[in-house]
């Protein structure tokens, strides 16, 4: 089906360790972009791509490393996993920076 | 970047009008305002995108004074799905450096 798609919807791991989120679109849309999600703070941007191979910082990049060799693909990698990283994490895609069609979204525990 | 304001909560009844504001005092000449609807567990839906004066589709209408910095959703004769956490999103077309607020929490009761 057409559609962005997210793995792992839920994920545990410990502090220290890598994760990786992937975000999938079906769309062949231009942009896409990383958010997080915290009690209290509403959606954050994290990273975003407006094209394969250019990616750009967000609000609150710090920790994270992503990543675009394929239109279709986002993958957010956590290189050394931090408690203040637990949150849910949304991949959106767009073909404007504005009109974004959000993935499920990824609960991330960080032990 | 561009910072937003809303109400954290609203509450209305079914069949009522909901007008909900958001400030956006230091919007740019290129930045366009959206909506976007959100529900528990799931991620946001967009609803309403302007520039400037009014726009309306099937679902909500959207006010934009002259001077640009707020906005008001409108949402027509509520229903209780209509209960979910509403965004106001400012962005730069430019550098797509895009901010969300923290969202207006709409109750709608019977």
């Known amino acids: 089906d057409a559609g962005i798609t997210q793995s792992p919807r839920y994920k545990i791991t410990e502090t220290g360790r890598q994760v990786t989120l992937m975000c999938h679109q079906t769309w062949s849309h231009s942009y896409m972009f990383w958010y997080r999600q915290d009690l209290g703070h509403g959606l954050r941007l994290i990273y975003y791509s407006a094209a394969a191979d250019i990616t750009d910082k967000g609000e609150v990049p710090d920790g994270y490393v992503v990543s675009r060799s394929k239109t279709e693909n986002f993958p957010l990698t956590l290189e050394s996993a931090t408690r203040s990283q637990t949150s849910v994490y949304f991949c959106?895609?767009?073909?404007?920076?504005?009109?974004?069609?959000f993935g499920p979204g990824t609960r991330l525990t960080v032990t | 970047l561009a910072k937003t304001t809303q109400p954290i909560s609203m509450d209305s009844y079914e069949g009522q009008e909901v007008n909900i504001t958001c400030s956006h005092n230091n919007i740019a000449t290129n930045d366009y305002i959206t909506w976007y609807q959100q529900f528990p567990s799931q991620g946001p839906r967009f609803i309403i995108q302007g520039y400037k004066t009014k726009v309306t589709n099937e679902v909500a209408s959207l006010f934009i004074p002259a001077d640009r910095k707020s906005s008001t959703l409108s949402l027509p004769r509520v229903s209780l799905s209509d209960t979910a956490v509403y965004y106001c999103?400012?962005?730069?077309?430019?550098?797509?450096?895009?901010?969300f607020g923290t969202g207006t929490r709409l109750l709608v009761s019977p």
């Open positions: 999103l400012v962005g730069f077309t430019g550098f797509q450096k895009l901010v």
């Open positions: 959106a895609s767009s073909e404007s920076p504005s009109e974004q069609y």
